[in-house]
């Protein structure tokens, strides 16, 4: 995948407001389904960092024809103690941002690490997909991240849950440690 870095600004709004109207016919054909499979599921990562699956979101089979997985990160402005819980009842409201994305199939909402980071883990139909949206996505977490906060990577051919279950010490996805903040070592 290219240089981590967003869309231009016109590019990247008109795909995010293309998506919001897309949302809105998927949601009334009642498409998106939120699922309980992996609530609670506890992610470790390489980094030493876990995150609790707070949220699990699915459209239709939620399982891509061409698959990846798409990783996302960033630490929200101002959001401390309680605020963070209100932070992750909002967020429902932001699957307008995601959902009606080409290529869309599912994703695991991560609740905040020891470190105040955020992590979104997608299963993608395309990888290139999977890098537009990312890409797109990133002027909308601009506007209430922290600077620098905001990074993803895209794994192609890997559905979601096999990238899940390939977690363990010997971390076979990624051998350098940049890549520890997305990197799972096992699930609790």
Known sequence: MGEQKPLAPGEAWRSVAACVLSTFGLLARQWVRLSGERLGTRLR?????????????????????DPCTLVVTFRLR????????????????????????????????????????????YEWDGPERAEHYARSLWRV???????G??????????????FLAAAGPAGTLA????AAWWRTRGTA
């Open 45 to 65: 990562f390489a980094d030493g960092t876990s995150a609790r699956v707070y949220r699990e979101t699915r459209l239709g089979s939620g399982l891509a024809k």
């Open 175 to 178: 051998p350098d440690e940049s």
């Open 78 to 121: 101002l959001v401390r103690g309680r605020a963070h819980a209100l932070f992750r009842a909002e967020s429902l409201l932001n699957t307008l941002l995601f959902v009606g994305f080409p290529g869309f199939t599912s994703k695991l909402w991560l609740a905040h690490d020891e470190r105040a980071r955020y992590r979104g883990v």
């Open 149 to 162: 906060s905001i990074g993803y990577t895209v794994l192609p051919g890997l559905r979601r849950d096999d």
């Open 141 to 147: 977490l601009a506007l209430v991240s922290v600077p």
